[in-house]
């Protein structure tokens, strides 16, 4: 089995809902996004998936999050948007085109973050 995994980052706002605490607040992040995908059979180059395409579709969908306050997204609109419910809408977002994305990883700070991956 092969992966192969990109790392981006975007800076934004949010604020959690039914919490109780300082996360309530509006505050911001600069999130540390990894995308991992994986796969049994490379390419006849050798590759799994390029890096620069996979790059590409990822920050298109981080581009979305930038400089935003997710909870004013649609998507978002009525959701707790956690470190573990984007994360979900990345992996999402990113399977639209790659149906062998494996997990993704959001960071809030360099040493805290959720992961989304579903069971195959």
């Known amino acids: 089995m092969f992966e192969v995994k990109v790392e981006t980052s975007f800076s934004s706002a949010h604020h959690l809902l ?3 605490g300082k996360c309530e607040n509006m505050h911001g992040h ?18 799994l998936v390029d890096f620069k395409v996979l790059k590409k579709n990822v920050n298109e969908v981080v581009d979305y999050l930038d400089h935003k306050d ?3 997204l649609p998507e978002f609109k009525g959701v707790s948007p956690s470190s573990e419910i984007i994360a979900k809408y990345i992996y999402n977002e990113v399977k639209k085109k790659f149906n062998n994305v494996y997990k993704v990883s959001v960071y809030e700070t360099l040493t805290s973050c959720a992961t989304y991956y579903e069971e195959q």
């Open 30 to 47: 600069n999130w540390k996004v990894e995308v991992v995908l994986k796969g049994e059979s490379l390419d006849d180059s050798n590759i």
């Open 70 to 72: 997710i909870n004013e």
């Open 18 to 20: 039914n919490y109780k």
